[in-house]
């Protein structure tokens, strides 16, 4: 293998890059768009969701229960309403994810001690937000219905309260609870999907299109040399990347970043070949930019923006589908992120991530390799 050959191959691509503006664009505007649009666009945290009221109690006990959900971050109570109709056409046009029915005799029960009922009617729409709101709601109707049997058996002299059993929680890695710290380091691995098998399944259909690929097999260039001049340049391309998403998700987004500098690297780099190798080898197969560059989205970038715990979690998928993340390498690598990231985690500890993704370069770089060949078919 000639070194001089090899950078002649590499300078000729970076010539290619320089003069397509799309490849350019896709390079430099999207990693930091997809950082920004996921960062901002996309959040799970379920926060000041829109609450209507119908109190048909009006009653000092009625207002004291809203100031409880007032206070609450997860609730804003929007409006109060004087009627059924107004709540019902709330919840049509979207205006409230939940609607509140206090009823008529509600500060008479509590006085007699009698068990309440008030009703909250929930959008389900989004199955995922009306479970979450419900549990939300539960969680403050029982606080407030603490708070009121505690006054009740202060006021008729019981002043001996029944031992209660609480919990108190901890929460690791996300003390914030923020859905940026879950979702920014995986986009990450969308980046590197893009940068990677897309632009890199445009290498060898580009140049059975244009015609020099005949050029190309005249040359003494072994098929090796070319493989390598041309993803070197998207090698290279591809980490910069990393390390500008890597900054936004730092210090833009103030996610925390408790692993290692090195560990983020290696891992980055071994899945850089996993998706170079794999775009390689549909372009070899492909011989034409616009099916190879669907076929890229299809195969990459779609399965990790799916299948790849990037936004949904795997546990919660149906089982056949949890099999089949198993052959998605960038479901490894989402996991990588998230523990270097959040956890911290010693490299020594990601062997169940990084073997698999060693495996998954070394057999694409095989087929990639295999798949090439200097001759006119």
Known sequence: MSPARLLAVARKEVIHILRDARSLMIVVVMPVTLMLLFGYGVSLDLKRLPVYVYDQDGSQQSQDLLKHFQASQYFHVTRVVSGYSALARALDDGSAKMGLIIPWNFSKRLHDGGAVRIQALVDATDDNTANVLIGYTQAVVQGYSSQVQLNWLQQHGQLIQPAAVSI?????????LESSAFIVPGVL???????????????????WE?????????????????????????????MFDVAVCAFIAIYWFHVPFRGS?????????????????????ISVIAKNQFAASQIALVITFLP????????????QMPVALQ??????P????VSVLKKIFLKGTPTFMLSSDLIPLAIFALVLTLVATRAFHKRLE
């Open 304 to 315: 990790a923006f799916l299948l790849s715990g990037f936004l949904f979690s795997i546990e």
């Open 189 to 207: 691995a969308l980046v590197m999907s893009v940068i990677g098998a897309f632009l890199t399944s445009l290498t060898i259909a580009r140049e």
């Open 261 to 281: 500098y090195l560990t983020l690297a290696v891992s980055s780099a071994l899945f850089m070949v996993v998706v170079l190798a794999l775009g390689f080898f």
């Open 168 to 176: 108190e929680t901890r929460t690791w890695y996300n003390e914030n």
């Open 323 to 328: 099999w089949i993340t198993h052959i998605i």
């Open 210 to 238: 244009r015609g020099s690929m005949e050029q190309l097999i005249s040359t003494p260039v072994s098929a090796m040399e070319i493989m390598l001049g041309k993803l070197a340049p998207y090698f290279i391309l591809g």
């Open 330 to 333: 960038a479901r490894y690598f």
